[in-house]
């Protein structure tokens, strides 16, 4: 297995012990607003942005995640009206519990709590064929997104998305505090990764000119990957997490999904890095992306599959811009795919080939009359 990609999912349900436990003022406002019995204690699942447990009660487990006190009602039920959507069209996505009151969640201390159903275990990428049911799953989603309106969707809180524009700007935002940095060991190294990263950005801020306004827009999920979608059986039991779920380019939510995956799958990531994905792995990307078109009913466009290679170059580029509190350690992270990145940027021409796209120049959309 390679390095863990981008988000690595880490919003779904993953056992991580018990830190940063539930704390017991929280659980007892929880059991009183649901009617609870409490039968086991809360156990810590993960949660990169919001505060996720396994509960156990007299009616079996439970999920409570606790969100940041930065997401409003109005984003939260927004989001729940999606998911009921999307479950009622057949996608496996929890369903919300409510209050004795009737209402969707309860507010404790400033932030709100939600209580789901318990999808059950299950684990991430393994296998070409977990990553198959993943993207089949993943047009499963925009299918069925695509006749939402989310024009109304709040945005979320946090997106974890930058077009390459934004993030030149980000990254020259926080050159100042970045320096704050130097004196660590391994600073050297991570101004060599920045700089890689800014030349990358403007070489994608270049190419993104030629297809931004071709691309589809609907409803993506923004993280549809590691533990936000649990497999069982080379099956997508549960999709889970949608602190991201925006109105953007659908080929970013592939994009980012592929990335993951082939930092999952192929042997040796970081030699993959350095040589390059051979014809093997584009073959096997092409057959995900035929699987995604029969599942979506809306195959990807030539646009989309000629982009394809710029935007996956793009999925480690975030979190390397935005690194905080930890910056040498988040930057030395995401490190190890910059060379699959530029590898892509490089070979944009060929890998969009072989993803789909016809040779040559992409065809301008044409002038309405």
Known sequence: MGADPVGAGKGGHMMIGSAAPLPGMMVDAIAEAYGLVITAPPSRLGGAVNRVFRVGTAGGSLIVRIHRDTVAPLRLSAVHRVQDYLREGGLPVPCVLTTRDGALWVEVDGQLVEVLADMGAGHEVDSWDDAAAVLTELGRFHGTARTIDGGRLPS???????????????????????????????????????????????????????????????????????????????????????????????????????????????????????????????????????????????????????????????????????????????TLRFAPHLPVARWLVDHAEDAAVAFGAPSGELRPRPAIA
């Open 156 to 330: 979320p809180v946090n997106p974890c998305y930058a077009t390459p524009n934004e993030a030149l700007r980000l990254l020259a935002g926080g050159k100042g505090t970045f320096r704050t940095y130097a004196g660590e060991p391994g600073f050297s190294e991570v101004e060599a990764v920045r700089a890689v990263a800014e030349e990358l950005l403007h070489r994608l801020r270049v190419a993104r000119r030629t297809y931004a306004d071709m691309l589809p827009r609907t409803l993506i999920h923004g993280d549809f990957v590691g533990y936000n979608v649990l497999l069982a059986d080379e099956r997508v039991t549960a999709i889970l997490d949608f602190d991201r779920l925006a109105v953007r380019e659908r080929i970013w939510d592939v994009a980012y999904t592929l990335m993951y995956v082939l930092s999952r799958l192929v042997d040796e990531w970081r030699a993959a890095s350095r040589n390059g994905l051979g014809e093997g792995e584009l073959a096997a990307v092409a057959t995900l992306l035929a699987g995604y078109d029969t599942a979506s009913g809306w195959p990807l466009t030539e646009a989309e599959r000629r982009a394809l290679p710029f935007e996956m170059a793009r999925t480690p580029l975030y979190p390397i811009v935005t690194a905080g509190t930890d910056a040498v350690g988040e």
